[in-house]
């Protein structure tokens, strides 16, 4: 990915992400729920962002957009200044390939699949020759400290171990950005300070994290709160790191 | 292009994973494929045995009868046989003709001591054992002095053989048939099944003026065998045949014939395109049974994008295109199907070669029928395959994701 001039990484403080009056509905006519009612929301390249709110807030809703997985309805979405909002759906899948990495709070491994397999999928897609695609899968699963367990499936791991698959996953094709939705929704408190560990170490190698929680003691770790209500971001706290 | 091969090791990772479904999936191909394949591979040995066994009529053979078609049919005065001199007339007047081997037929029962056996008397000339390519085993045939002297003398075949003398040698012994003694001069080759199941070695020959003289007691010619020569075309020999014969027997204007001339070689032809219909009728419908397979193809791997829905989502939040996971469903079909046919060929070769023989037909290997088969199940894969992987591309991530 040398020769990709997109893919130089941005100087650490510049507007990676940047919401402009973002809005999103579902349904239509008496029917129709507005979720987001014009967000404006700035990210910057190597910052750790939390996103935290009530359910229903349309936190979820925001980190769709984020994600390049869903469109607003109305108003722009810059990501690396591309207006994600007029790409296609498959141009949004190929930003998603180059640029994001993503962590989910159901974890969202293939079943059957051992972990190196997981791990090796986002370098699939990226058309990676199949020695590349196994050293790199083998440096990401050891960087979260799974190295031994690259043949056990889903199955055969906790829920912890399952989660840092899932970074190894995300990471491994050195993404701008990572997207955690709820890391640690299913994990309990030591396994959850251990992913937020992980989190924070790739934040350091320069990687921007946008995580959605509801847990403060997970925010804690973030330098940018971003707090969401009634489809609206209305309150950002910077915090030192 | 360069998605191709790590999307065949996902299709064979996907198809390793379920192996059991995977297998439910390709029965009806599976099956399908066997059907056709089986159904065409058998139809071409039996018609190669059709072929086979018409040609064990003798080949370049014409047959010439009096009377129409099969039988001797309709009413009116049964037309009249033929006589040595139609045959001295068809060999010496036609051109082409090699011999012409005259035939009267009489039926008794062959007696030598206590042994008794009922079989079929056939008059003719030595010119039979040349028109029907038929070799004594031991012994000669007819000498033209014995021929002409209408002599007690005869040629029997294998089964009459087995059936008077046992193991004994038969050469210069004499039997009984009817009121007349009969020396043995010669035995013939066995032949086996003829063309329509009767049996070739149950016969006595015997010079034709013997027969005529002591047994049917008139001087007919109850069928002629006309051997032509390979370089004649045989329907210009037929036809000469013809135009003789209806002088000869007096037949003008647009009167129909009263004789028939069988062309074995036609014949053939007849019977060999009425087995290929047979066998194309079998395999179309075997061919309904794999458009079944590929059906249940559908219905499984909709069964599948349904169930992996949630996959499908990881693999789109990842950065998968729709193209590339409608490519990887469509391969994952067309592998299935490929999977399927290469198995129905397997167990189709299996069953042609072990049922061939229980049907007396050959086994016939037919390259080009299994080539169609193969082509036409991956061909299935992607008709099948297409709907199902293109309602995966189409799913929505944030849905997919979503989905339990």
Redesign the interface.
């Known amino acids: 990915m040398g020769d990709d001039p997109g893919a130089a990484r941005p100087a650490l403080g510049d507007p990676l992400i940047q919401l402009r009056g973002v809005t999103k509905t579902f349904g239509s006519g008496a029917a129709s729920f507005q979720a987001l009612r014009g967000v404006d929301f700035e990210v910057t390249a190597g910052d750790f962002v939390a996103v935290m709110g009530p359910s229903g807030s349309g936190k979820s809703t925001m980190m769709n957009i984020l994600g390049c997985l869903d469109v607003p309805t109305a108003g722009e979405f810059l990501f690396k200044g591309f207006h994600v909002e007029q790409l296609t759906r498959d141009e949004r899948a190929l930003l998603r390939r180059r640029y994001l990495g993503f962590v989910f709070q159901g974890f969202n491994l293939l079943a059957r699949t051992n972990a190196l397999e997981n791990v090796e999928l986002p370098l699939l897609y990226r058309g990676e020759k199949p020695r590349a695609r196994r050293e790199a899968a083998m440096g990401a699963l050891a960087q979260v400290g799974l190295a031994d367990w690259w043949d056990h499936t889903p199955a055969e791991l906790s829920g912890g171990q399952q989660q840092r698959v899932a970074i190894a996953r995300a990471i491994v094709t050195s993404p701008q950005v990572l997207l955690a939705d709820e890391p640690t929704g299913n994990l309990d408190t030591a396994r959850s300070l251990e992913i937020m560990e992980l989190l924070t170490r790739f934040n350091r190698t320069g990687i921007t994290i946008l995580m959605v929680t509801h847990e403060a003691e997970m925010a804690a770790y973030a330098h940018t709160v971003a707090h969401v209500r009634d489809g609206l971001v209305d309150q950002v706290e910077a915090r030192a790191p | 292009m360069?998605?191709l091969g790590?999307t065949l090791l996902?299709a064979l990772?996907e198809i390793r994973?379920h192996l059991l479904r995977s297998f439910l999936t390709v029965l009806g191909i599976v099956i399908g494929v066997a059907a056709v394949v089986t159904m065409v591979t058998l139809g071409n040995g039996a018609t190669a045995a059709v072929r086979e066994q018409i040609s064990g009529l003798g080949v370049n053979i014409l047959q010439v009868r009096p009377g129409q078609g099969f039988g001797r049919g309709g009413g009116g005065p049964a037309p009249a046989d033929f006589d040595m001199d139609d045959v001295a007339a068809i060999r010496d007047q036609v051109a082409g003709v090699v011999v012409v081997a005259p035939l009267s037929q009489s039926s008794g029962t062959a007696v030598r001591n206590a042994a008794n056996w009922s079989t079929t008397v056939n008059g003719t000339t030595s010119d039979y054992f040349t028109a029907q390519q038929w070799d004594t085993s031991s012994g000669r045939t007819f000498s033209v002095a014995e021929e002409q002297a209408g002599k007690a003398v005869c040629v029997i075949g294998s089964t009459v053989q087995r059936n008077l003398f046992r193991s004994e040698d038969p050469l210069g012994q004499r039997f009984r048939l009817r009121d007349l003694s009969c020396e043995v001069i010669g035995t013939l080759m066995t032949r086996g099944q003829g063309g329509f199941g009767n049996d070739q070695d149950d016969v006595v020959l015997m010079p034709i003026k013997t027969v005529q003289r002591r047994m049917t007691g008139n001087r007919n010619v109850r069928l002629m065998m006309v051997k032509v020569d390979p370089a004649y075309d045989t329907t210009a020999v037929t036809a000469s045949i013809q135009s003789l014969l209806r002088e000869r027997r007096n037949i003008r204007g647009a009167k129909q014939d009263d004789f028939n001339i069988f062309d074995t070689a036609q014949i053939s032809q007849t019977l060999q395109g009425t087995t290929r219909i047979l066998t194309a009728l079998l395999g179309a419908v075997a061919a309904v049974s794999l458009l079944v397979g590929g059906i249940g193809i559908m219905n499984i791997m909709l069964v599948s994008v349904t169930e992996r829905t949630?996959?499908i989502?990881?693999?789109?939040?990842?950065?998968?295109?729709?193209?590339?996971v409608l490519l990887q469903f469509l391969v994952e079909a067309i592998v299935l199907a490929c999977l399927g046919g290469v198995i129905g060929l397997l167990l189709a070769l299996l069953a042609s070669w072990a049922v061939a023989p229980l049907l007396q037909v050959p086994f016939m290997f037919d390259v080009r029928i299994n080539v169609i088969a193969f082509v036409f199940s991956a061909l299935i894969g992607v008709i099948f395959g297409y709907f199902p992987a293109r309602r995966a591309a189409q799913l929505n991530?944030?849905d997919a994701?979503r989905h339990e």
């Not at chain 2, 989502?313 to 590339?324: S, Y």
Request: charged share 30%; proline share 9%; hydrophobic share 45%.
């Open positions: 360069s998605m790590p996902l990772r994973r949630r996959e989502g990881i693999r789109l939040a990842i950065g998968a295109v729709g193209r590339e991530p944030i994701l």
